[in-house]
């Protein structure tokens, strides 16, 4: 079992920063793929990032390239997501979720392909 925690949401307005943490238990990741999705009110859950563990070796979604980024600390067991040039339509319950032995990471876009997921942060993007 793998529990995680996300925290580090809140409400800011469009171009700002946060930096979203997700705190991992119960496991040594050293073989997980982890994801970051989020789900806007009334919308399917959405691919955001994906990080390989065991090299830091990323993915992202084009609706986020090149302003969010994804990284861990092993030493903390924590996964974070940076959100930078936030928009209002990056609003939404962003979701930490973890696979052990995933595939490739362009292959893990899908919620399904995830066993653990956290409870979820909010973040509100005001225009």
């Known amino acids: 079992q793998v529990q995680l925690v996300e925290s580090g949401g809140g409400l800011v307005q469009a171009g700002g920063s946060l930096r979203l943490s997700c705190a991992a238990s119960?496991?040594?990741?050293?073989?997980?793929?982890m994801g970051w999705f989020r789900q806007a009110p009334g919308k399917e859950r959405e691919f955001v990032a994906a990080?390989?563990?065991?090299?830091?070796?990323?993915y992202y979604a084009d609706s986020v390239k090149g302003r969010f980024s994804a990284s861990r600390d092993s030493a903390k067991n924590t996964l974070y997501l940076q959100l930078n040039s936030l928009k209002p339509e990056d609003t939404g319950v962003y979701y930490c979720?973890?696979?052990?032995?995933?595939?490739?990471?362009?292959?893990?876009?899908?919620?399904?392909?995830?066993?653990?997921w956290g409870q979820g942060t909010q973040v509100t993007v005001s225009s």
């Open positions: 119960g496991r040594t990741l050293s073989r997980y793929v």
């Open positions: 979720a973890a696979r052990f032995r995933g595939a490739a990471l362009v292959y893990m876009k899908r919620p399904d392909e995830y066993r653990y």
């Open positions: 990080i390989s563990w065991s090299d830091g070796s990323t």
